[in-house]
């Protein structure tokens, strides 16, 4: 909004206020109040208003109702960094060390022995099997309460190695507006990540303003029992469910029951995703954050070992799916940049 | 609403709906319009407009915040009726007469054969395991939207055996009151049921307000695939998961993931989510709807084999939970009832 210098008399204001109102009229919304100001005016950013444009225009051929207005978001890469780890393995790393008194075994063995001595590649050399240990090691043996205390804990301390902010202040500021546009426009807005989904919803709602119910994510299994007469919910060692690759259109149905019209991933685990959302019938709209800014963030797609970008990108052109140039294309990554 | 018959002045009209507003200051919103008319002023009716009243009042010790007032519904017994059999088993039935001719073997294999041959008893008397093998036969085999299509053609055409009406309109009017009325008052309503989420969604949110993502319920494994190069989300007979009993909570955290502050019951199925709903800081309510209504609907309790209400109704007392009589508290049934 034009921001006023001096207070004006109320007439003057409100003839301001009209001449505004009209060339807002005349030159569409976004002119008055830019709702995405952090996106250059490239092709994802048409992209993203005209569609909005289309499902929300009332009597229009592609009106779609606002209950079905559904949009799903990758979370690691997408709303967030995932450089030079994945956050959540970082907490893990975190967790580890903070577990280690309890576990003097810990010292000769993988993958904890590397992480105590802060080989961040040795301890991910065992790859899926070695992650897993860390989770079922770091993610369970508390009641969900307790975990959520432990990780707002963590989220309130933890600082990224590059910036030296906290984790959830690496937020991709464009991407915060692109949440609170697509909610104006009477979109409900859900994470769909291969993070625990217990990780994140302690904070989703303040940084992302995403409600734990509309958080979809991986999770262990977890149990029910009465402890001194007081009910808890135990979290075990044991996944339950991946919500990563042909996991996410099923935990998509499992949680939300409809199909999404608006999907926004960055790497090879979101494809199956975009695809599911943009098979349904009537408007669709697929895109992907192509990380291509090595000065502000990281660059990387089809060889990186994180959030790799390869069969996603073949597909992407092929189907026109909207690819989002960070480099051109976003003109602040974080919140914390000056504008 | 006060119904005028005849048009008046505009002055006229205005002086009278000052009139009632005064009256409805003084005398409480309910008597302006009551948002429970087929409630009788029973304890129930004091019990939830009471706790309404101090979770929503500003300021109040015992204010909620909004995204904080999340309210569970059991489904089967609780928002619609459960005699003479749980109305996804007479879906199952309808299911498996259809499918006959495509199963020949059916003939005799149990529960088939009974199904086949009108016996109720009979096919239900394989207890879980009968239920389970009628389940995974007929909510299998088929995409989710197949599933979907299947589910809607029943709904709009299968007839209660009692009262010839659809299934979907054997629900309880109080209850559509009470899910209206929290929502009016900034709740989230969501059915947490043993039955399927699948056969629950596709006429929830026409028939209760409740959309797809707040349905939590039981659930079959599902495998994305792509059927010439198109995406489906194929249903599996293998259950992955069952919401009743223990599994309530469970099924809350994976799907909500924050504690509800009301949660209404009806049967033993229930009781761990109304003790976990219960257990949390700050104000909670929990209600168990009560079949006392032999009459107009059923009356069934401790030795009931579907609904039983057995342990849950010791808590109530114990707990003070509040039990509502619907003989005595319920001025009508169904909505299909005459005011």
């Known amino acids: 909004m034009l921001r006023l210098p001096i207070r004006r008399p109320a007439a003057l204001t409100r003839g301001l206020r009209s001449a505004l109102l009209l ?9 008055a109040q830019d709702p995405l100001p952090s996106w250059n005016e490239g092709p994802s950013k048409k992209a993203l208003v005209e ?7 009332a009597g229009g051929p592609e009106f779609v109702a606002a209950p079905e207005r559904i949009a799903v978001f990758d ?22 060390k903070t577990l280690a008194p309890q576990h003097p075994e810990w010292k000769e063995q993988e993958p904890f022995q590397s992480v105590l001595a802060g080989d961040v590649k040795g301890a991910l ?11 079922g090691a770091t993610h369970s043996g508390m009641t969900t309460e307790e975990f959520q205390k432990i990780v707002l804990d963590w989220a ?6 590059r910036f030296q902010r906290l984790y959830t202040e690496c937020v991709f ?19 769909v990540s291969g993070g625990g989904a217990e990780f994140m919803r302690p904070w989703a709602e303040k940084v992302y ?12 299994k977890l149990k029910f029992e009465l402890r001194d007469g007081e009910p808890v919910l135990l979290k075990l060692p044991d996944p339950d469910f991946i919500d990563d690759g042909p996991g996410k259109p099923v935990g998509i149905q499992q949680q939300i029951g409809r199909r999404p019209i608006l999907a926004f991933g960055n790497s090879d685990g979101d494809l199956q995703m975009l695809q599911w ?10 895109l992907i954050v192509h990380h291509t800014d090595a000065e502000r963030e990281w660059a990387y797609d089809r060889p990186s070992p994180i959030g790799q970008l390869d069969k996603a990108l073949d597909q992407a052109k092929a189907r026109g799916w909207t690819l989002v140039d960070m480099k051109q294309e976003w003109k602040r990554i974080y919140p914390f940049e000056a504008k």
Chains 1, 2 share one sequence.
């Open 277 to 286: 959302t943009t098979a349904g019938a009537g408007p669709r709209l697929a």
């Open 156 to 161: 309130g301390t933890a600082k990224h190695p």
């Open 209 to 220: 303003g995403i409600p734990p119910e509309q958080v979809v994510g991986s999770r262990g």
């Open 173 to 191: 500021q464009p991407m915060l507006e692109v949440l609170a546009y697509l909610r104006a426009n009477g979109f409900k807005t859900f994470i």
């Open 51 to 57: 569609f909005v444009g289309r499902v929300t225009k």
């Open 75 to 96: 979370n690691d890469g997408t709303l967030w960094s995932e450089q030079p780890i994945y956050f959540q393995v970082a907490f893990a790393f975190e967790r580890v």
């Open 125 to 135: 050399a065992g790859g899926e099997k070695a992650i897993g240990a860390l989770m």
């Open 23 to 31: 060339s807002a009229l005349v030159c569409g919304r976004a002119s």
